[in-house]
């Protein structure tokens, strides 16, 4: 079966600044596929080159972009926007940025429905508040009068998420969906995203820094580090055997109850995500990693086992010699 969404050798510039360099993935239905990575990755600039919304400062080429077999590259911006909201859908990373102030929650969300199924305004705003009751919107039927300043940033994200999903698109791209949300609800917004991916045969684009989320809800993953994907796999198998410091470094960074002691200092990566200019070579990880050889300034080669792949010079296995 063809995958929902195939993108290949995607790049992504603002003026001489590289934010996405090269990367590839694919997402069949029914998946969920993860990219995370610090802020200042690319991630959010690749899901915005599929999507077709970067600025306009912003350029972009990719050997292909691909929906459904559909290149995205090739059609018109009236075809795309009668995808947007409809067949694909995003949820944005700041719902007040992306909700219009100066319209009601309700005006907002029955656009879509009335824009892309026709539907008449009575029967919109019936399917508009199941929606947000859906995502665990209290009053649904109230917060569609209100306006985005009346809510809190939690319930904003909610109205963003249900607003992607009113109509039931094929292909999901979910920007940190559950940043502004408490724990509760975040398990209830990954829970439904699940049962909409196994109900529907949704494909999920995710990009969260979580790595507690990836391992939760996630059947692939590519860890993105200054525009390129430097690992990528099945979740198992990028969890259970790290073959890229960085993943290395990502893994261990995160607090394991009953392993780190009170008072204890918690693993990091020391530094910060490089600047990537045009003409850059070698491994944009080389000036962080413990393990930096003088080859890593040189172009670096792509290991493959089967399905996992990593981009460094180090072979599998590295880390239980380390």
């Avoid at 998946?31 to 080159?49: I, R």
């Avoid at 879509?112 to 029967?123: C, D, E, I, K, S």
């Avoid at 796999?233 to 394991?256: C, M």
Wanted: glycine share 10%.
């Amino acid at each position: 079966m063809s995958p929902v969404l195939e993108v290949q050798d995607l790049h992504v510039s603002f003026g001489r600044m590289q934010a996405v360099r090269g990367i590839g993935l694919e997402i069949g239905r029914g998946e969920t596929h993860c990219l995370v990575g610090e802020s200042g990755c690319g991630k959010s600039a690749t899901a915005l080159a599929v999507m077709r919304l970067l600025p306009r400062a912003a350029s972009q080429r990719a050997a292909c972009i691909r929906f459904d077999g559909r290149d995205l590259a090739a059609i018109s911006e009236r075809q795309m926007q009668k995808l947007r909201g409809d067949r694909i859908a995003m949820i944005f990373q700041e719902p007040m940025t992306s909700l219009n102030p100066a319209y009601t929650i309700g005006s907002q969300m029955t656009e879509v429905l009335r824009t892309h199924r026709n539907m008449g305004r009575a029967q919109a705003v019936e399917r508009a508040e199941a929606m947000l009751a859906r995502v665990g919107v209290s009053a649904p039927g109230m917060r569609l009068g209100q306006f985005p300043h009346q809510l809190s940033g939690g319930l904003r994200q909610r109205v963003m998420i249900a607003t992607a999903l009113l109509c039931e698109p094929e292909l999901l791209i979910a920007d940190e969906p559950t940043t502004a949300l408490d724990v509760t609800v975040q398990a209830g917004i990954l829970h439904l995203l699940n049962d909409l991916k196994r109900d529907l045969g949704l494909a999920v684009l995710l990009i969260t820094h979580d790595l507690g989320i990836v391992a939760r809800v996630a059947d692939t993953v590519s860890v993105m580090y200054a525009g390129e994907i430097v690992e990528r796999g099945a979740v198992a198998s990028v969890f259970a055997a790290p073959n890229h410091p960085y993943t290395r470094g990502l893994l261990r960074a995160i607090p394991v109850p009953g392993k780190v002691k009170r008072g204890e200092m918690l693993a990091s990566i020391p530094g910060v995500v490089p600047r990537i200019e045009a003409g850059f070579q070698g491994c944009p990880f080389r000036d962080r990693c413990n393990h930096a050889l003088a080859e890593c300034a040189h172009p670096v080669p792509l290991r493959q086992d089967g399905a996992h792949a990593w981009r460094c010079r180090l072979a599998a296995g590295w880390q239980d010699a380390a």
